[in-house]
C-alpha cells in the first residue's frame, strides 16, 4: 500500500493528493465511487484531519472529486479537453464515442447591429440568422450555442431541422459554406440564472465563454457565442519554445 514519507520535501498533502489521483487513475477507485472519509484517510496515512482536507479540496478545485452535502466525496467524471480546432460539436461528442443532442432555444431572422455587422463583415441593419441551442452529449447539457449566420449566405436556413444535427453539416451540404479558417476567444465567467438552469449548474456556477468567427473561402459565415460548464470542460494545448536567433 502506498505512504507517506515524512522524510520526504514534498508536502504531505501533496503526497496524499497523488496517492489518491493514483487511485482513480487505476479505477479502484472508479467514477461515482466514494473516497474513504477523511477520519479513514487520517488513519490509515497518519495524517491529521487539517493536512487530508488540504489534500481533497486541491482535488475538488480540479474537478477530480466532487461533494455532495451530507453524503460524502466522490470521484468525478473526467472533464472534456476543449476541441482548439474548427469542428463542430456534433463531430466533436461522435469522435469522443459520445451521443451528440440539441434542443432549439430560439431561432429568429435579426438586423445586425453596428457591433455584430463588424464583426460579421456585413453592413448594419442586414439580415442575420440567429441560432440558439442547448447542447447535449448523452443527455448531459454541456453548452448553450447561439449562432449568427448572415442570410444573404444561407438564405432559407430557418426551414432547415437542426434537432441533433451538425450546423456546419447543413452549412456545407445545402449552401456550400466549408469552414476552413477561424478565429477564438476563450473567457471565464459566471453563468447568469436562465443559463444556469438549462446547464443545471448551481446559480453563479463557473462556466466558459466563448467567441467564434468561423470563415469560408475568406468569407466570415458565422459567429458564435457559446456558454460551455466550466465543470465539465478542460483546455489543453501544445507548448513550443520560441526560436532563439543567434
Known sequence: MAHIDPDSPVPKYFQLREI????????????GAAIPSERELCQRFGLSRMTVRQAVDHLVSEGRLHRVPGKGTFVARPKIELALQLTSFTDDMRARGMIPGSRDL???VVRASAHLAKELGIQPGEEVHFIERLR???????????????????PDLAEHNLSDRSLY????????????????????????PSDADL???????????????SFSGGVCAELGVSTYRADRYQLRTMLEMPS???
Open 20 to 31: 489518491l489521483l493514483d487511485l482513480i487513475d487505476s479505477d479502484e477507485l472508479s467514477i
Open 106 to 108: 430560439d431561432r429568429r
Open 136 to 154: 447535449t452529449a448523452d443527455g448531459e447539457p454541456l453548452s448553450i450555442e447561439r449562432a449568427h449566420i448572415p442570410v444573404k449566405l444561407a
Open 169 to 192: 453539416e447543413l452549412l456545407e451540404s445545402r449552401y456550400g459554406l466549408v469552414m476552413d479558417a477561424g478565429e477564438l476567444t476563450i473567457d471565464g465567467g459566471i453563468a447568469d
Open 199 to 213: 446547464l443545471k449548474l448551481p446559480r453563479g456556477g463557473a462556466v466558459l465563454l466563448l467567441q467564434r468567427r
Open 244 to 246: 532563439r536567433r543567434g
